[in-house]
């Protein structure tokens, strides 16, 4: 089977897309051409995929990637026997003639995410979010979904596999958690709470505790990040590929997710608290309801109010001051995480599908 993979908004070394889907892909033995913004992210390809290089959709600057990846499409999308798209901007950009051989795989609710957009002018939100439904309607009719999460589902008409966001969970897990620092994986905006982990930081600094920051940043926070960073408040690592990162996060005192209390968060199980989970690190996170109910129903960290780093320095002091506690949380997220979000046993989904929406087409 030949897949061609599509993004011009993530990067190309993003978590979902090639760690787990592509490589997913390849290790069934299928070809994948995987078209995304390398340069722009200074990425240099797997040598096992055909790689085509598109400019980045950043902020209001979208209308030339959109352009070139229509371009792309049409040269170069008949040879694939599905097309792959991860941004919901490409739909505008697939061919008529490629649309029934397309597949979208549903990220994130777009529409909400629109009031988080800080780029996006306040007035055009509430118009482009029925745009949004619009266009997400038109797709359902024209193309195949995957969706990456069960509270998804209410958006669409039609039934869709839900394939989560899962990580790969070792056998055992690796260091267990130490006294001296805690971390954060993952893109940082102020939605997700950049400024609350500033604050915290500083916080942190009287006790002997460094906050580590590891995930590229939205333009609005950069600036905060690099002062915090050049006065020693905090580490900020920018993006690092996701086997790595997680790597760098084994044995702190807890991982962080301090998503705020906005729309596109509610119904979505933001993917670090797994990924920590699944690296033995208790969670602390604010209480949307899918991360609070992991946490709180496996015993794998503490509930922290939403924007309050005060209550967070709080919880991250209890577990610095309590070895047999975080050892027993990181024990106990291992455990469910291996139980429960394994990300082959959804890889064997995701491969199998695509391979019946190839076959039912050949």
């Not at 792309?72 to 051989?101: M, Q, T, Y």
């Amino acid at each position: 089977m030949r897949v061609f993979v599509c993004t011009v908004v993530h990067h190309p070394e993003d978590a979902r897309i090639l760690h787990r889907q592509i490589r997913a892909l390849l290790d069934a033995g299928h070809q994948i051409t995987y078209m995304a913004p390398f340069r722009a992210c200074n990425v240099t390809p797997w040598p096992e995929i055909t790689p085509v290089d598109v400019p980045r959709a950043t902020g209001r600057r979208r209308l030339h990637a959109l352009r070139m990846a229509r371009r792309v499409l049409r040269e170069r999308g008949a040879e694939a026997d599905l097309v792959l798209l991860h941004d919901p901007e490409l739909l505008l950009a697939v061919p008529r003639r490629l649309r029934s051989r397309t597949v979208w795989d549903v990220h994130e609710d777009t529409a909400a995410a629109l009031g988080a957009k800080g780029w996006l002018p306040a007035p055009m939100r509430i118009p482009l979010r029925f745009a949004v439904r619009r266009l997400e309607r038109r797709a359902e009719r024209r193309m195949k979904l995957l969706l990456a999460e069960e509270g998804y589902r209410t958006r669409f008409r039609q039934t869709h596999l839900v394939v989560p966001n899962t990580t790969n969970v070792p056998d055992v897990p690796p260091a267990p958690p130490g006294d001296e620092r805690v971390v954060y994986v993952g893109q940082l905006s102020m939605a997700r709470g950049a400024a609350d982990l500033i604050e915290l930081a500083r916080i942190l600094q009287a006790d002997g505790i460094t906050l580590e920051l590891i995930g590229a940043a939205d333009a609005g926070v950069r600036p905060l990040l690099r002062e915090a960073q050049r006065t020693g408040v905090l580490r900020w690592y920018g993006f690092v590929p996701n086997d790595r990162a997680l790597r760098m996060a084994e044995g702190a005192i807890a991982g962080l997710a301090l998503l705020h209390d906005s729309p596109n968060y509610r119904h979505s199980m933001p993917t670090k608290v797994v990924e920590y989970m699944a690296r033995g690190l208790p969670v602390i996170t604010t209480p949307n309801p899918i991360a609070a109910e992991i946490v709180t129903q496996s015993g794998c960290g503490l509930v922290v109010p939403f924007e309050d780093p005060a209550a967070t320095a709080a919880a991250v002091r209890r577990l610095r001051d309590d070895a047999a506690l975080r050892l027993e949380m990181g024990k106990r997220g291992h455990e469910a995480a291996r139980a429960r979000f394994h990300w082959p046993e959804q890889a064997r989904l995701f491969v199998a599908q695509l391979e019946d929406w190839a076959s039912v087409r050949a």
